[in-house]
């Protein structure tokens, strides 16, 4: 594989129509992917996160990698939308009192708000569990190694060596003044970045993906996954409650450590910017077309305005 600095998508590649496009087919997957039933309650209060909106960047990036790697979205969509119920149950323990304390969520009341703090902590256990009997029993025509592959991956991801981890260190940083860069980066390596490379690489896992192509797209997804972190604050202190969807100027509030706390916000622009360029530089090689969504959803991740 021939490499070349930093592609960029091609000038006629449509992201927008790409996100609507891909948005509407995982919406309608999440839609069947959890009936109601007895005991209605706790169904209901997993579907109002689940199915609550947004962007659906994280069902896309393991989406998109697939088909990069030569899947199909048949193969990928059980797996997409178990990241999503993942990356919700994160949300809804995040918002948690005892965790963010956040009233409001995608611009909606979050889970605790509407269904009390037992039932919300209830949706997210029943979700975490939920997301790995539906990779196992929806995945058809892929290989049942692969599969595995992709289950203990996500089951690291989300256990203490990835987000939990990245959750503590972040609750125990609070209102310390003096934490370093590098604390900071594990924070949001583990507590971010960790799910964006885990939909990046299980989507690729599942389509065969050779450990070279797997090491690479691990690169991309872990700069993105920083940058997308530094974005984020970013816009804690530049965007109001209304384009973010929840509650703005919570870290200061919190006297969290961000990236524009250690370097202002100039200087977290420009590292945004150069991890942006890092992640697409290892998709060089690859196929042009195949490459497009995810090189436009690397630009999308730090140009974003919500």
Same mark, same amino acid.
């Given at each position: 594989?021939?490499?070349? !600095? $930093?592609?960029?998508?091609?000038?006629?590649?449509?992201?927008?129509?790409?996100?609507?496009?891909?948005?509407?087919?995982?919406?309608?997957?999440? $839609?069947?992917?959890?009936?109601?039933?007895? !005991?209605? +309650?706790?169904?209901?209060?997993? *579907?109002?996160?689940? @199915?609550?909106?947004?962007?659906?960047? *994280?069902?896309? @990036?393991?989406?998109?990698?697939?088909?990069?790697?030569?899947?199909?979205?048949?193969?990928?969509? !059980? %797996?997409?939308?178990?990241?999503?119920?993942?990356?919700?149950?994160?949300?809804?323990?995040?918002?948690?009192?005892?965790?963010?304390?956040?009233?409001? *969520?995608?611009?909606?009341?979050?889970?605790?708000?509407?269904?009390?703090?037992?039932?919300?902590?209830?949706?997210?256990?029943?979700? =975490?569990?939920?997301?790995?009997?539906?990779?196992?029993?929806? +995945?058809?025509?892929?290989?049942? /190694?692969?599969?595995?592959?992709?289950?203990?991956?996500?089951?690291?991801?989300?256990? &203490?060596?990835?987000?939990?981890?990245?959750?503590?260190?972040?609750? $125990?940083? /609070?209102?310390?003044?003096?934490?370093?860069?590098?604390? =900071?980066?594990?924070?949001?390596?583990?507590? %971010?970045?960790?799910?964006?490379?885990?939909?990046?690489?299980?989507?690729?896992?599942?389509?065969?993906?050779?450990?070279?192509?797997?090491?690479?797209?691990?690169?991309?997804?872990?700069?993105?996954? @920083?940058?997308?972190?530094?974005?984020?604050?970013?816009?804690?202190?530049?965007? %109001?409650?209304? &384009?973010?969807?929840?509650?703005?100027?919570?870290?200061?509030? &919190?006297?969290?450590?961000?990236?524009?706390?250690?370097?202002?916000?100039?200087?977290?622009?420009?590292?945004?910017?150069?991890?942006?360029?890092?992640?697409?530089?290892? =998709? &060089?090689?690859?196929?042009?077309?195949?490459?497009?969504?995810?090189?436009?959803?690397?630009?999308?991740?730090?140009? *974003?305005?919500?």
């Amino acid at each position: 594989m021939t490499s070349s !600095p $930093e592609p960029t998508p091609s000038p006629n590649f449509d992201l927008n129509a790409y996100l609507a496009k891909k948005q509407l087919l995982v919406e309608a997957a999440l $839609e069947k992917s959890l009936p109601v039933v007895y !005991p209605e +309650t706790i169904y209901e209060s997993m *579907r109002y996160s689940l @199915l609550a909106g947004g962007k659906r960047l *994280r069902p896309i @990036l393991c989406i998109a990698s697939c088909e990069l790697m030569g899947g199909t979205l048949e193969m990928a969509m !059980p %797996t997409a939308c178990a990241v999503e119920m993942l990356h919700t149950m994160s949300l809804i323990h995040d918002d948690l009192p005892a965790m963010d304390n956040d009233d409001y *969520r995608r611009g909606k009341l979050t889970n605790h708000k509407v269904f009390g703090e037992d039932i919300a902590i209830l949706a997210g256990d029943g979700l =975490l569990a939920y997301a790995f009997e539906f990779i196992i029993e929806q +995945t058809k025509n892929v290989p049942p /190694e692969r599969i595995l592959k992709v289950v203990a991956r996500l089951a690291r991801v989300m256990g &203490a060596a990835g987000l939990v981890g990245g959750q503590v260190v972040d609750l $125990e940083s /609070e209102g310390k003044p003096d934490i370093s860069l590098e604390t =900071l980066n594990f924070i949001h390596t583990h507590k %971010t970045g960790v799910l964006l490379e885990g939909c990046v690489i299980s989507g690729a896992t599942l389509a065969g993906a050779s450990d070279d192509d797997l090491n690479r797209l691990s690169r991309y997804a872990q700069n993105m996954g @920083l940058a997308f972190q530094i974005a984020d604050d970013i816009l804690d202190i530049t965007a %109001t409650k209304e &384009a973010l969807g929840k509650t703005a100027g919570k870290d200061v509030q &919190a006297q969290k450590a961000t990236y524009p706390r250690i370097w202002g916000l100039k200087e977290s622009q420009q590292q945004a910017r150069q991890l942006i360029d890092s992640a697409k530089a290892e =998709l &060089a090689g690859f196929p042009q077309q195949a490459a497009d969504p995810l090189l436009a959803i690397a630009d999308y991740m730090i140009n *974003r305005t919500h």
